[in-house]
């Protein structure tokens, strides 16, 4: 089971220890904040078929690129998408096939909250186990509900992890906006030079309101972007986003599969959840209501990055 913490966050700073190049950041303050759960999936509860629970999830099917000349066809299959456990926790996994499904070489999953749940602000996260290898793609990401009528990017994307599976000790994150989008986009990297993303669950998280987004790694802030900051692009972060999650195969981010890809691939899923601020009104979340309370945390035990473990290229500025 997937316990709670309710913890109170004070005002602190932290320090960044860099591996690639020195140079000198200044410290930001992390800004004391209650955190009202509004929404989670713990996939401790298998459904009957074993598939994504759909109160909360919607397949997105096909073999399309999706813009991004990726190979896989995503699927609603539970080859694909499945409940499963792994070391005594509940989890969901997502997982990439080299079976010439449909007459597409490869398969796999993207799932979604669009028309679900959605949310304007607050802290969105993941604990996850990524895949590994030569085009290999998982992300875990968010975009703007308005994307109909407001084509990306002006509809906004908050890429909250992404991941080359040749690089298993980095990830990335990403803004896209107007002004900022495809290879232009505002992105940060962290690494670690000791540990791996591929043999271990680690947390993935943004926090998100009228003034900025930060992004972290394991409760290590290593990007901030301020909405004051961005004057050569438009700043759309100012209504609901829902969820994403995938594993690509191929494409233009980390090129395609070569020999040394071993299939299957999979991203373990532990949780995803989402909270809002305990100061804040309630906001429409889930589709036809309000945001509901199932609980409270305050925040988490930051800490600077250890210097044996490593920050890769920190942007606090």
Known sequence: MKHYRIVLLGLFTISLSLLLGSC?????????TEWVLSWSDEFDTPTEDGKPDPSKWVHETGATGNGNQ???NYTDRVENASYVTYNNLGCLKITALEDNYEGITYSSARIKTEGLFEQKYGRFEARLMLPYGPGIWPAFWLLGANYATDEWPACGEIDIMENKGYQPNIVSSAL??????????ITQTFGYEK???????????????ETKIDFFVDNVLYKRVKAVDVTDGEWVFDHPFFIILNVAVGGTFGGNPTEDTVFPQSMYV??????RK????EQPGAAGGDVSSNGTIGSWDFNGADSDKGLLEPDLN
């Open 176 to 185: 896209h906006l107007p002004g900022h989008s495809a290879g232009n986009a």
């Open 278 to 281: 305990s100061t804040s009104p």
């Open 24 to 32: 000198e950041k200044d410290e930001e303050i992390i800004e004391r």
């Open 195 to 209: 540990q791996r993303f591929d043999t271990d669950f680690h947390v993935f998280a943004a926090e998100w309101d």
């Open 70 to 72: 990726e190979l896989q």
């Open 270 to 275: 532990d949780y995803v959840r989402v909270y």
